[in-house]
């Protein structure tokens, strides 16, 4: 399984997942993994609820719509499976109750990081189509990292660091193929942003926004 090792400016470690015990997918999660996969479930519910706004004021631009309503709500779907997995409570067990949950972020620890978030960049994305398409460029971005390693934001509220939570910290079989997975899914949805935007500004013309910018070249395959 390909593991996007793309990241430049950090290092994710490389496993074997075919060497990984049968019983590691069943292990219970330390503190740290747990944590971060609370997070997850509340960033891909982010990304969903971003992009579901942003199809409704701008329904002919079909990307937001088509994103939102396939792979990150199979994302946010994922994630909730996960937390069940581990007999994890999930911090917003409504979201699939639509248009009612839209930007509604309810979890304990983060919910209101998640609230600020999502009215920051559905009131960017209202100024125009095109900085939409940015907003939706920098969620994958912005995903991308935060999968890979901790969020700044559970850096600070556990006074953790950066290699202590996320794709290149765990262990845990079923966490690195989810996680994989939702990698493989933002480079997608990043390049398919970048292209809708360079339809306007110029091919070769996006500018990385959150990571470094030989990943984001990377990945567009420049």
């Known amino acids: ?127 125009s189509e095109l900085d939409a398409l940015y907003a939706g460029a920098f969620i994958e971005e912005l995903d991308m990292n935060d999968i890979v390693q901790c969020p700044t934001a559970v850096q600070e509220l556990k006074n953790i660091g950066a290699n202590d939570c996320g794709l290149n910290y765990t262990n845990q079989r079923a966490l690195k193929n989810s996680y994989s997975s939702l990698l493989d899914g933002s480079e997608s949805h990043l390049r398919s942003y970048v292209g809708q935007i360079e339809a306007i500004i110029g091919v070769g013309n996006y500018q990385a926004q959150y990571l470094p910018q030989a990943t984001v070249d990377t990945i567009l395959g420049r």
């Open 1 to 127: 399984m390909r593991l996007a090792q793309k990241m430049t400016g950090y290092v994710l470690l490389a496993a074997t997942l075919s060497a990984a015990p049968m019983s590691a997918a069943l292990a219970a999660l330390d503190a740290n993994e747990e944590t971060h996969l609370t997070f997850m479930r509340e960033e891909e519910k982010l990304a969903r609820d971003v992009y579901l706004s942003f199809a409704d004021m701008y329904p002919n631009a079909g990307v937001f719509a088509n994103i939102a309503m396939g792979s990150e709500q199979t994302h946010t779907d994922t994630m909730r499976d996960k937390l069940n997995q581990f007999n994890l409570p999930d911090p917003n067990p409504n979201t699939n109750n639509l248009p009612s949950s839209l930007g509604v972020f309810t979890g304990a620890d983060y919910g209101s990081y998640f609230t600020e978030k999502f009215n920051f960049l559905v009131d960017w994305g209202s100024n």
